[in-house]
């Protein structure tokens, strides 16, 4: 941790707004957390440009990138001195950008453009997933991953043109479930046998932009679309939604629970917005303290204080406002659970922090 | 001479010396005659006993000036005359009545001679008739004591004749059950036999009519159990059997159970209220009556006096009328709750109120007892249900309308005259709505009406109009109409939106209708029909009015939204299933373009229909003429010169970017208000933004971008004059140009008075 301190300071001081300048034309989307390194808060962002070389800035060990018209997906290394654990700071990378090393092609030209890849959340990082048109095809990678073969593959079979526009691969159930979404529909799979298990018809008014499973609990999940509404499901009752918010003035791109804190809900629409939810009611953490079985008497204790001091409520903790452009990504550090960072299509990215006050609540 | 000088404007208190005078004369005696003797004794009263003409004079002179003098004077002499004349006409009405009066009086002594003569002959003749009287009864005294003598015999025949008679005759009675006979013979009978008990003869009698009054009592008894017979023989009967000495409380407990029984078998048949009041409550009242008779207000002779029957009777009376009227209201309100129709109120409030003006006559003979307030308490209960039938039929009303309005705006949608139905749709429905609460107000208010009895008690003077009428009914209503108007927005919000949009706009317009004027106008209808007392607090008028305000301003959001998906999914479909990349070079507007301009021409006569116009910022005269094109990076230059610096050819979207740093920030989904351009505004908005979003993740060629460029200016074209603020479209329609030329493999494009020729072709 001590490593990632300067780093952690000046965002502590205030909000970090990072441009993403590689060149003239930064237009990006994607953005993700490089979920391998757990002591430098590090994120990925990828960029969607047809004149210049497509850049993912603050590179980690293995990326997903995808480009929309070259209809391709490539694995690629991360540089290997970052990987032996570098002291740069965000600011140096992004002065002298490193390059990545291509590992490999996920060569799907059989099936359409990719929607989106999706690493193996457990394991050793030996399966990809990628949604193509309304294809899900699971990747093998060979030996040092420069080569990926499809293992298995499975297809959504239904009326007119059916295409996948999100995906998750679940971290529960050791790693054999995956959701994914298209047009106003969410689906089930079960890895082991690439068979839809459940299907949660019109689960929005619209296009379901985004997917997130709850870190802590199995079966809730998360889901976002045109109908600027965030509902959570149970997915053992899948007639009603078990919440829903609807804060957003526009369609809703991403949302994602904070790994440890699973109250603690990300979301970022095309209204320029990111809205930071506590949802007290359906985490895992009811009153917002963590249960330590260790300590009981302590715990006791907690509990008597909750009484004392109210019990938090479904709320906003905050709306960021400093995007001038759609949000189309938010990510939350795979290092520090307190930060995030959000990205616009102007290629600003913006990372912020929990409000300290609720932190401190959520802790003790 | 001394009465008639008092001046007339002192009339009262010159009559009142005149009186005292007289009564002076007569020597009657008064209070106050202490003070009048005090005046009288002023010599200086012209009108005193004791007036001194001498003084009198002297003061006069003494006081008055010689003018005065002279008018007193006048005056004496004026009030002299006119005494003369009084005395005068007095004295000659005297006169002629003397004269008659001395007639008389000769008359009279006339005739009283002739009388004398006729006295004198009369008692002569009295004497004669005297002496011969006296001989008479001399001579008859021994006869007229035989005679009597014989009289008293026979009458002491008779009445032994009637004893020896008396148990045939009871037979007889019995035979022809004439109980009332034989009871008063055997009463009339039984205390000489009683007397006279000791001679064998009359013994024998006496037994006899025991025996047959025992029969007869029995027989009673048998009649009185049997029931069957009607409330006046019963009555009969225990009158009878009291007569005979029988235990007045078994006589009482039996009445009643017999009243009982005959009023149950009422019940079961009563079906109507109108027979349970003219059958039950009547034949209650009888029993009532004939009971009070019978055991309470009878005169209490022998022992029944010393029993305290009153009080027993009237406790068993309570006991009794309550248990069975506890059954009849029963009876009477599962009735009433059978009533569900709502036409015929006036037919419901008549029966309530017979039913309760029959149970007042209840309350005349049995001052003490509950039924009556059960029966008010059931009148009110009725109310109360009438009012929530009423709310439910105008709930069912309200959706029944509400069915056709969507009919008819499905309907002659196909029809020309389509879109101009809408207002007068409108304001059909309002008036439909408002005609069907005022007739229910007016079937509710017969309950109140001033001929209807239970009008007058307390619940129907405050709080079934507040509570009930306002509260219950009116704004209960009002606020049924808001809250089914934002279900359409909840319900209909996810899955596609089953509700027609022309009918959301409606209703908004409806709800904005209530809320400017409806509301406040039938609340004053409703407290002025009902003469609404405010004793608890009630829903008052503004909170009325906002949640409808808060009603239409949703329907209306839902309106906007609904009106700008189905816009937006047509230009989401048209960019999505396009090859962009590998099209023909633009020669026209693609039709969805006009097609988008086309339903938003259509959705701008529908909201003016209903809305206001609303303002919009002042622009040029010839905003379509505009042209705009942000990708090519001259004409940026031009715009922004001033402020930065000219020299360095400026990077498109860093521009893009201090544009948005000025421009404020679109809130695609904001609420809108209450106007034709907020309207069309939010849902070019939202149309727009989707066109936006949907070309960033596209990929364009250079045909591309051109079409692109084409349909924007084609928008542009069009869509400014429906918008609130122009700007608004030209900074999406630029940020859509921009996105797509970002998003372009060969971003070269189109010149702009080629753009112009083919959008005005059409």
């Keep these: ?364 | 001479m001394s009465s008639a000088t008092t001046p007339p404007d002192s009339d009262p208190t010159g009559r009142r010396r005149v009186h005292s005078m007289l009564k002076l004369y007569y020597g009657l005696n008064e209070e106050g005659t202490a003070a009048e003797q005090a005046e009288s004794l002023d010599p200086c009263d012209i009108n005193g006993p004791h007036f001194d003409p001498e003084v009198y004079l002297n003061k006069l002179r003494k006081d008055c000036s010689l003018c005065e003098l002279m008018d007193h004077e006048s005056c004496m002499v004026k009030q002299i005359r006119s005494l003369d004349s009084d005395m005068q006409t007095l004295v000659y009405e005297n006169y002629n009545k003397f004269i008659s009066a001395t007639d008389t009086i000769r008359k009279m002594k006339n005739d009283f001679k002739k009388m004398e003569d006729e006295m004198d002959c009369l008692s002569a003749n009295m004497a004669a008739i005297t002496e011969f009287s006296a001989r008479i009864s001399g001579t008859l005294q021994d006869q007229h004591a035989q005679i009597t003598k014989l009289s008293g015999v026979h009458t002491l025949l008779r009445k032994l004749q009637f004893l020896f008679e008396l148990p045939a005759r009871l037979n007889k009675c019995l035979e022809l059950q004439a109980y009332a006979q034989a009871v008063s013979a055997h009463r009339r009978a039984r205390c000489v036999l009683q007397q006279y008990s000791h001679m064998p003869s009359f013994r024998g009698i006496q037994d006899d009519c025991h025996v047959i009054m025992e029969q007869l009592a029995q027989q009673l008894r048998q009649k009185f159990r049997d029931g069957g017979s009607s409330a006046k023989d019963l009555s009969e009967c225990v009158e009878l059997l009291l007569q005979l000495d029988e235990p007045a409380e078994e006589l009482c407990d039996k009445f009643l159970s017999h009243a009982q029984s005959r009023l149950e078998a009422d019940l079961q048949g009563l079906e109507f209220i109108d027979r349970g009041c003219n059958e039950f409550v009547s034949s209650l009242c009888l029993v009532i009556a004939s009971y009070q008779e019978l055991f309470i207000n009878r005169p209490q002779e022998g022992e029944l006096a010393s029993k305290n029957i009153p009080e027993m009777a009237n406790g068993k009376l309570h006991v009794f009328v309550d248990t069975l009227a506890a059954r009849y209201f029963s009876l009477v309100e599962r009735r009433i709750q059978e009533e569900k129709g709502v036409g015929d109120n006036s037919l419901l409030v008549r029966a309530l109120d017979r039913f309760h003006r029959r149970l007042q006559a209840i309350t005349k003979l049995l001052p003490g007892s509950a039924v009556p307030s059960h029966g008010t308490e059931i009148v009110v209960r009725a109310a109360r249900e009438r009012i929530k039938q009423y709310l439910s039929a105008l709930q069912t009303f309200y959706h029944d309308s509400l069915t056709d309005v969507r009919q008819a705006l499905a309907a002659p949608r196909l029809a020309v005259g389509g879109a101009s139905a809408s207002g007068e749709l409108l304001t059909s429905l309002s008036n439909f709505i408002l005609n069907q609460l005022k007739s229910v107000l007016a079937s509710v208010h017969l309950f109140t009406a001033k001929d209807i009895t239970f009008s007058n008690k307390p619940y129907f003077k405050g709080e079934f109009c507040s509570q009930g009428v306002r509260e219950g009914l009116v704004v209960s209503f009002i606020k049924f109409i808001c809250q089914s108007s934002r279900q359409y927005c909840e319900s209909a919000g996810d899955r596609g939106g089953s509700t027609p949009p022309a009918l959301l706009l409606l209703l908004s317009r409806l709800c904005l209708d209530y809320e400017t004027s409806t509301i406040s106008y039938i609340l004053t209808l409703t407290d002025e029909q009902f003469l609404v007392q405010h004793h608890t607090p009630v829903t008052p008028v503004t909170a009325l009015c906002a949640e409808a305000r808060e009603a239409a301003q949703k329907l209306l959001n839902h309106y906007v939204k609904v009106q700008g998906l189905i816009i937006s999914q047509m230009l989401r479909k048209s960019v999505e299933t396009r090859d962009w990349v590998n099209t023909i070079e633009p020669r026209n507007v693609r039709a969805v373009m006009k097609r988008v301009v086309e339903d938003t021409t259509s959705i701008d006569v529908q909201v003016g229909l209903l809305y206001e116009e609303g303002v919009r910022k002042a622009h040029s005269s010839d905003s379509s003429k505009r042209t705009f094109s942000v990708y090519s990076s001259s004409r940026q230059q031009i715009r922004y010169a001033p402020s930065y610096t000219p020299s360095a050819p400026m990077d498109t979207n860093l521009l893009s970017n201090i544009h948005k740093l000025f421009s404020e920030r679109i809130d695609i989904f904001s609420p809108v208000e209450f106007n034709k351009v907020s309207v069309l505004t939010g849902i070019i908005k939202i149309s727009l933004k989707t066109f936006l979003e949907c070309v960033r993740i596209r990929t364009f060629g250079r045909y591309g971008l051109q079409q692109i460029q084409v349909d924007c200016h084609y928008l542009q074209m069009y869509l400014w004059r429906f918008v609130s603020d122009e700007n608004l479209v030209h900074f999406l329609l630029d940020e859509i140009v921009g996105s797509a030329a970002h998003r372009c493999l060969d971003p070269s494009p189109m010149e702009q008075s080629v753009i112009e020729v083919i959008c005005e072709r059409g």
């Design chain 1, 1 to 364: 941790m001590e490593r990632c301190f300067p780093f952690q300071t000046s965002v502590t001081v205030y909000k970090a707004y990072t441009r993403v300048e590689s060149d003239a034309n930064t237009i990006a989307r994607a953005l993700t957390a490089q979920t391998a390194e757990t002591d430098a808060i590090r994120f990925l962002v990828g960029t969607q440009s047809l004149k210049f070389d497509n850049q993912i800035t603050n590179e980690p060990k293995r990326l997903s990138s995808e480009n929309r018209v070259l209809t391709c997906a490539a694995v690629w290394r991360m540089p290997p001195e970052w990987e032996s654990g570098s002291h740069e700071s965000p600011d140096d990378s992004s002065n002298n950008p490193q390059t990545l090393e291509l590992l490999c092609h996920l060569d799907n030209t059989a099936h359409g453009s990719v929607a989106c890849v999706l690493w193996e959340p457990l394991g050793d990082g030996k399966r990809v997933i990628s949604l193509a048109e309304n294809h899900v095809l699971l990747w093998d990678l060979q030996e040092s991953s420069t080569k990926a073969t499809i293992s298995s593959t499975a297809t959504l079979e239904g009326k007119g043109q059916l295409k996948f526009t999100a995906g998750k691969w679940s971290p529960h159930h050791n790693s054999t479930q995956l959701v994914t979404a298209n047009d106003t529909a969410i689906r089930g799979w079960d890895l082991r046998s690439m068979s839809q298990i459940y299907c949660i018809e019109n689960a929005h008014g619209q296009l379901v932009r985004d997917l997130d499973f709850n870190p802590n609990k199995q079966y809730y999940l998360a889901s976002c679309g045109d109908d600027c509404k965030v509902k959570f499901w149970d997915v053992r009752h899948i007639n009603e939604p078990v919440k829903c918010l609807e804060e957003h003035s526009h369609w809703v791109w991403s949302v994602r629970y904070n790994h440890s804190h699973d109250q603690l809900l990300l979301t970022g629409s095309s209204d320029s917005r990111v809205i930071l939810s506590n949802m007290v009611s359906i985490s895992s953490e009811p009153f917002g303290h963590l249960v330590d079985d260790d300590d009981l008497s302590d715990n006791e204790e907690n509990q008597q204080e909750d009484k004392g001091k109210e019990p938090l409520q479904d709320s906003i903790i905050a709306t960021y406002e400093e995007h001038e452009d759609s949000v189309y990504a938010v990510e939350w550090s795979a290092a520090d659970p307190w930060l995030f960072a959000s990205l616009s299509y102007d290629g600003r990215l913006v990372i912020n922090r929990v409000p300290r006050a609720l932190k401190y609540r959520i802790l003790l």
